[in-house]
């Protein structure tokens, strides 16, 4: 057992398991999508993308960019949510929430693809 | 270069031969359409209709090329149907002249030649990494092929016998093995194959012919000094000729060559097996020992090129031997028990002594005779040693049901030498130090059982390879090497899990001053530039490899710890004041 991967493997999980979380209920509907879930999903995924830096190993490589991609996703989604709710206090409208669920969906994906390589790499270590 | 030169030759030869039938048909439409335009049209709203060149033009489309779709804008007059007539004949009887000379193109044998030229230097151009050049695809350059291919090496293949490259291209090799039917002894086309590129390792001329080998043997040397030259020869004079073009020159006569390893069959019982099973004879069981006896006659049937270098072999293990051959030879010929002149048959063996005899080499160039001679033998003497030689490739089953003890096909002996040379150079130091002496049987023993070990059921094809040390092969362990020490038994351990041993072993290793140390310990140190005999699986070195080029499984297997991969990791373990986790 290695407890960089115990590590490494529970922090991009669970930022998988909120992301869907989050990501699950009607897209546009406001009551259906909770903000500090969303809260959640960002710092998680922040701590995976920091643990996952300085690996210089290809598959290292790889995952750092997933991670990125999700980050920059969730950004703007937690910048439009705020922007609706307390700078033009135009409320969080369906489209508004169709939206912020949508790059959130993004997120999920790439949160998706991190963990299907991580899978990949321990099996093909093991071999 | 070479390619652009031959693209432009095409070029000039298609357009050349199109030339007559373009003309033929751009004068024909465009006096058909100027007719057609002429000619008056039917008469509608009061008014003649004439056709307008774009009308004209389709309708001169799809009457030239026999399609018909009728008569448009409007149905025609009879002025315009008579000029149809016309250009009806002519457009398709130019057409079909037209498709008659693209089809004498296509068959034209300097243009498929100059395509097929074409073709094949992309091919070569396209291969990135060592590649080595066969010329001659008989029956040693196609064992050869094969072996390449199963070792993951690329080949460029030249033979002059236009079916011979179209079979190679039905062959289905792991890798690239670009064919081109030309004279090989040619310049221009060594060097369409690549001959100077700096990638380009060796040249191995196996044609039938000898002096087309001699010849380029030396254009290869010319053309590029630094290329291993291994060529097929049979004849001494020429040897010597081809041992002072200088650089490094293989000359490989596979009756030599099985005459060395029958004399180290007699020194070691293990040998002959363990040598089949190397280079990946499937039949050969491995803990099989054969020894041909050592002591005794050993009558020699047919007196030519394996006669000769057998006797020569047997006598220098302090053996006697009678000859019988239907050519007289020379009165000088020393060790010669009894020399019976005439054929070999029952009469002739008993005269050479076949009830007293220990062994038999049947080595005449007829394979009917030789597997003949190999039965009449042991209905006289049951216990006899048969050593037979195999002419040709397709009498394979006769020899395997004939059951002699050693069959010398020269094809196949020629093109495992080859491989041995190409793949592992080392072996040769690794096998002379088991013959230096007799009573290395017993290490020769633990090898075998070893290597058994590592690759598993005898019937596997084990991985005999070279490894280099060097940048472009283990690029994270000379890393390692500039200020640090590595074992030998640290890299062959598994990445997976570190308290098991892969299944590799190390035959020999040779450093880059040249000394060579046989059967090196888990201790050894490893040094840059050092080269590695690797004896094992194919799944064995794959990871040996992923070992020596990824830090963390390198550190792993050094240390049993993991190396902190993440920032965050690194300074955990800093703070820890721990190596690794």
């Known amino acids: 057992m290695n407890l960089e991967k115990v590590i490494f493997g529970f922090f991009i999980v669970l930022a998988m398991t909120l992301n869907f979380g989050f990501f699950l209920g009607e897209i546009s509907n406001p009551a259906h999508h909770n903000v500090n879930e969303l809260f959640a999903v960002v710092v998680v995924n922040f701590i995976a993308t920091g643990l996952k830096l300085g690996d210089r190993s290809q598959v290292g490589a790889v995952l750092l960019s997933t991670s990125l991609v999700a980050d920059l996703q969730l950004i703007v989604a937690v910048f439009y949510w705020t922007s609706a709710v307390h700078i033009n206090m135009a409320g969080l409208t369906p489209d508004v929430m169709t939206s912020i669920v949508a790059l959130s969906g993004g997120a999920l994906l790439a949160n998706v693809v991190s963990v299907v390589i991580l899978v990949v790499d321990t099996l093909m270590s093991r071999l | 270069m070479a390619a652009s030169v031959d693209l432009s030759r095409v070029t000039f030869i298609v357009l050349r031969e199109m030339r007559k ?116 695809f008989g029956d040693t350059g196609s064992v050869l092929a094969r072996g390449l291919s199963d070792a993951r090496l690329t080949a460029v293949v030249i033979d002059s016998n236009e079916e011979r490259i179209k079979a190679l291209k039905l062959r289905d090799y792991k890798v690239l093995m670009p064919g081109l039917f030309a004279d090989a002894s040619v310049p221009k086309h060594l060097i369409e194959a690549g001959i100077r590129r700096t990638d380009c390792k060796a040249i191995v001329s196996v044609t039938s012919n000898e002096e087309t080998n001699l010849k380029i043997s030396a254009l290869a040397r010319i053309l590029n000094p630094n290329i291993d030259v291994i060529t097929k020869s049979k004849v001494e004079i020429w040897e010597e000729t081809l041992a002072t073009i200088g650089g490094k020159v293989h000359i490989i006569d596979p009756f030599k060559t099985y005459a060395q390893l029958l004399a180290f069959s007699i020194v070691q019982r293990y040998f002959y097996s363990f040598n089949n099973w190397l280079v990946g004879d499937k039949s050969t069981e491995l803990e099989q020992p054969l020894s041909p006896p050592n002591q005794g006659l050993w009558i020699i049937c047919g007196f030519g090129r394996m006669g000769q270098e057998i006797k020569r072999a047997l006598n220098k293990q302090g053996l006697r031997t009678s000859i019988i051959d239907p050519q007289p030879i020379s009165p000088d010929e020393e060790n010669v028990e009894k020399f019976i002149l005439g054929l070999t048959t029952v009469r002739t063996l008993k005269l050479a002594g076949i009830e007293q005899a220990v062994g038999i080499v049947t080595g005449t160039d007829d394979d009917g005779q030789n597997v003949s001679i190999l039965l009449n033998a042991r209905s006289i003497n049951p216990n006899v040693f048969t050593v037979v030689r195999q002419n040709s490739h397709e009498n394979f089953a006769a020899f395997q049901a004939a059951r002699a003890d050693m069959v010398m096909q020269p094809s196949l002996v020629a093109a495992r030498r080859i491989m041995l040379l190409l793949k592992a150079p080392l072996l040769k130091p690794f096998f002379k130090y088991f013959l230096v002496h007799q009573d290395r049987d017993h290490e020769m023993n633990d090898v075998i059982s070893w290597v058994k070990t590592c690759v598993g059921d005898g019937n596997k094809v084990p991985l005999l390879t070279s490894f280099d040390i060097t940048d472009k092969n283990a690029k994270v362990l000379m890393r390692v090497l500039e200020n640090d020490s590595v074992q030998l038994g640290d890299l062959l351990k598994d990445p997976r899990d570190r308290t098991k041993p892969l299944d590799l072993v190390v035959l020999v290793v040779q450093s880059d001053e040249g000394k060579v140390i046989i059967l090196p310990g888990s201790d050894y140190w490893v040094k840059a530039g050092d080269q590695l005999l690797l004896c094992g699986t194919d799944l064995g070195y794959r990871l040996f490899l992923a070992t020596v080029n990824n830090e963390y499984k390198l550190y792993h297997v050094r240390t049993g710890l993991r190396q902190p991969r993440s920032f965050f990791m690194q300074w955990y373990v800093r703070k820890m004041g721990r190596e690794g986790l």
């Not at chain 2, 359409?33 to 509608?44: D, E, K, S, Y």
């Not at chain 2, 804008?73 to 004949?89: D, E, G, H, K, V």
């Not at chain 2, 057409?95 to 230097?121: C, D, M, T, V």
């Open chain 2, 21 to 136: 039938p373009i003309l033929a048909i751009i004068i024909v439409y465009s006096l058909s359409i100027a007719g057609m335009i002429i000619m008056p049209g039917p008469v509608v709203n009061g008014e003649i209709q004439y056709l307008s060149i774009f009308h004209a033009f389709y309708f001169m489309t799809y009457t030239a090329t026999t399609t018909g779709f009728g008569e448009i804008p409007f149905p025609f007059s009879n002025a315009q149907r008579s000029w149809a007539i016309i250009c009806l004949y002519i457009s398709v009887i130019t057409w079909f002249y037209a498709i008659g000379s693209i089809i004498r193109l296509i068959q034209n044998p300097y243009l498929s030649k100059a395509l097929a030229a074409h073709e094949f230097s992309n091919k070569v151009e396209r291969i990135s990494g060592d590649f080595i050049i066969i010329c001659g």
